[in-house]
T-cell receptor, first 117, second 112 residues
């Protein structure tokens, strides 16, 4: 297997502030990382694909100026939720891809629960 | 359009039962199929399958891919209450730059 960490695991912030979430691959290098959000009882919704050293690719309907992604190294990607509002409250999960003969195994971080008050 | 469909959507069994979860897919350029288990937090990786007919096994869980039928099954034998979770199937399409296409998930509940 492989280990992906996320920090913080839980954050509460006030409306209008920004929050940064870090995603790290601990025991492998990940050229590509992904950011998802998940609402209660719903499936994962891909927000963006983050490639090391280049701009992130956002899914349709995801505001790139609101959800800033930086992938500065092969083991670290960050998601910054800018000017957060209560509707941004959600479970944010990152994942990192590891090449294993024949395909990419994608490992998820433990997630960050964001609550905007 | 790429699509992954899981069945059943939910399932309730008793401890000791054996369950089979299904996943079928339609993708342009298949590379691999992955199974995950999601409890209260983020999904945990179970298996990645790339070749037809080769069973992958981990304890009481096993999975196999059938590329002819565009499907995979996940078997859990001698189920335990700790197996209660949502099981997600996802497909990696070569044309999608590594993005996974997820099914809706199967919610498994194992009663004592």
């Amino acid at each position: 297997g492989a280990v992906v960490s996320q920090h913080p695991s839980r954050v509460i912030c006030k409306s209008g502030t920004s929050v940064k979430i870090e995603c790290r691959s601990l025991d492998f290098q990940a050229t590509t990382m992904f950011w998802y959000r998940q609402f209660p009882k719903k499936s994962l919704m891909l927000m963006a694909t983050s490639n090391e050293g280049s701009k992130a690719t956002y899914e349709q309907g995801v505001e790139k100026d609101k959800f800033l992604i930086n992938h500065a190294s092969l083991t670290l990607s960050t998601l910054t939720v800018t000017s957060a509002h209560p509707e941004d409250s959600s479970f944010y999960i990152c994942s990192a891809s590891k090449w294993v003969a024949g395909g990419y195994e994608q490992y998820f971080g433990p997630g960050t629960r964001l609550t905007v008050t | 359009e790429d699509k992954v469909v899981q069945s059943p959507l939910s399932l309730v069994v008793h401890e000791g039962d054996t369950v089979t979860l299904n996943c079928s897919y339609e993708v342009t350029n298949f590379r691999s199929l992955l199974w995950y288990k999601q409890e209260k937090k983020a999904p945990t990786f179970l298996f990645m399958l790339t070749s037809s007919g080769i069973e992958k096994k981990s304890g009481r869980l096993s999975s196999i891919l059938d590329k002819k039928e565009l499907s995979s099954i996940l078997n859990i034998t001698a189920t335990q209450t700790g197996d209660s979770a949502i099981y997600l199937c996802a497909v990696d399409d070569l044309n999608q730059g590594g993005k996974l296409i997820f099914g809706q998930g199967t919610e498994l509940s194992v009663k004592p």
